[in-house]
């Protein structure tokens, strides 16, 4: 009687080469034909309604500002978008360098109440220029040593 020999499973052989071929040959059409919307890189930035962490009872006027408990520094727009206006309080800033300076040596008075900045930003502000004011107010330095940590937003209409 004649058997049939079996084959191993050692005998059977896989040709991975040919695989790899056809993977790395689909990878490279669908790296060079993606080709993303333009709609896809833009995004639309809204800010956050303010909540304040610690509102103390006091006048809120330029010459008082250490009864405030949140200082409040309003951002207006140019017509293209940049920095129009700074108002510190009532105070009027003429630069992002005078408003800086300004929170410096109100920060440093350890009997001033401030742990918290409210930006009020006008609408039409380009993204960049709230974040210029943003990295002004971060790198203050309060009386303990530690950064200010603490900023809220409120979007308002331009005009206002």
């Not at 300076?101 to 401030?114: M, N």
Request: aromatic letters at 6%; one cysteine or more; hydrophobic letters at 45%.
């Amino acid at each position: 009687m004649h058997r049939r020999r079996r084959r191993s499973v050692a005998d059977v052989e896989l040709n991975v080469a040919a695989m790899l071929d056809m993977a790395f040959q689909l990878l490279t059409f669908f790296i060079l034909t993606f080709r993303p919307l333009p709609v896809e890189g833009m995004v639309e930035v809204r800010l956050p309604p303010a909540r304040p962490w610690a509102v103390q009872p006091g006048p809120a006027t330029s010459n008082a500002i250490s009864h405030v408990g949140a200082l409040v520094v309003s951002v207006s727009s140019e017509p293209t978008g940049g920095i129009g206006s700074l108002t510190l309080g009532d105070l009027r800033m003429p630069s992002l360098k005078a408003l800086t300076a300004r929170l410096e040596t109100v920060f440093a008075d350890p009997a001033a109440p401030f742990d918290q900045v409210i930006l009020r930003v006008g609408g039409g502000l380009r993204y960049d220029a709230v974040m210029q004011v943003v990295d002004g107010c971060t790198r203050l330095a309060l009386p303990n040593g530690k950064r200010m940590g603490r900023l809220s937003f409120v979007e308002v209409p331009e005009g206002r």
